[in-house]
């Protein structure tokens, strides 16, 4: 997986300096929201039911390596694709959030921990591969860590929290030399 992203291609996209920049992709990308209170009201629903809850948080990393002179509208339409791709890859019960600039979460409903680290695999996996923008291939490393309901938290702050941790802990174990 790489640690950064590059381009495999030498052609140029150029900069969106038009007047209709509110319609570019990153328009279609949700707001960014505390994952915490989100993962309370489905908390909620797996106590009433009896079911499980994971929570999957996700950074997808390596933007400094784009030229600085198009970062912006690369980085917007690269966002706006990985949103799509991590959508498309959830079920239709489990829930895709924005956390942060670059940084996303999976919701997953009634799923157990083995199912957990397989669908966290494939997430970081699928957001890893290149993106095609105009004439550019650019990959990007995404990196990942996960949480499940109730051993890694009982509230929807703890889940996140530990979720977060997870990905925080993969990313230090490795950058080491």
């Known amino acids: 997986m790489p640690d950064h992203a590059f381009l495999v291609s030498t052609l140029t996209v150029a900069p969106r300096t038009s007047p209709d920049a509110g319609s570019t992709p990153a328009a279609g990308l949700p707001k960014c929201e505390p994952l915490g209170p989100i993962v309370d009201r489905q908390l909620a629903a797996c106590r009433r039911n009896g079911t499980s809850l994971a929570v999957v948080s996700i950074s997808l990393e390596g933007f400094e390596a784009i030229e600085p002179h198009y970062r912006h509208a690369v980085e917007n339409q ?32 009634d799923v157990a921990q083995q199912t957990t680290a397989i ?10 591969q290149p993106y095609g923008i105009g004439a550019l291939e650019i990959v990007m490393s995404a990196r990942s860590g996960a949480a499940v309901y ?28």
């Open 78 to 109: 690269i966002l706006y694709a990985a949103w799509n791709r991590l959508k498309s890859r959830l079920r239709a019960t489990d829930l895709a959030v924005r956390v942060g600039p670059t940084e996303f979460a999976a919701v997953l409903l």
């Open 119 to 128: 669908v966290d695999a494939r997430l970081v996996d699928s957001l890893s």
């Open 150 to 177: 109730p051993l890694g938290g009982t509230t929807g702050e703890a889940l996140a929290g530990a979720a977060r941790e997870a990905l925080l802990k993969k990313s230090a174990r490795h950058e080491r030399p």
